[in-house]
Nanobody
Framework: QVRLVESGGGSVQSGGSLRLSCAAPGYAYVIYSMGWFRQAPGKEREGVAVLGTDGSTTYADFVKGRFTISRDNAKNTLYLQMNSLKPEDTAMYYC????????????????WGQGTQVTVSS
């Protein structure tokens, strides 16, 4: 079992920035690819960004150029830097761990965090 703990959500105005964090055991980043997903009210959960064990990344088209996924190995923390936020980015954001970058992009997730709420007002 891998425990993922998100933090950093909050309320911002359109155009603002937030940085989400996901704390995980250090070994998780060696074994699993890590990613961020989000779910808005009344909508299905969708992938946002994924970071492979080799450092490769993928992004959903709707966040390219605005969001950046990264990790700090010394702090055992995954980040999602979100800039130029839009009201449509409002959602619960979840950290996830899976077997590979490709698997996470396909929605195959081994572990989920509890989520952190992001609200963007216009």
């Amino acid at each position: 079992q891998v425990r993922l703990v998100e933090s950093g959500g909050g309320s911002v105005q359109s155009g603002g920035s937030l940085r989400l964090s996901c704390a995980a055991p250090g070994y998780a980043y060696v074994i699993y690819s890590m990613g961020w997903f989000r779910q808005a009210p009344g909508k299905e959960r969708e992938g946002v960004a994924v970071l492979g064990t080799d450092g490769s990344t993928t992004y959903a088209d709707f966040v390219k150029g605005r969001f950046t996924i990264s990790r700090d190995n010394a702090k055992n923390t995954l980040y999602l830097q979100m800039n130029s936020l839009k009201p449509e980015d409002t959602a619960m954001y979840y950290c996830a761990a899976g077997p590979s970058l490709q698997s996470l992009n396909a929605g195959r997730v081994y572990y989920w965090g509890q989520g952190t709420q992001v609200t963007v007002s216009s």
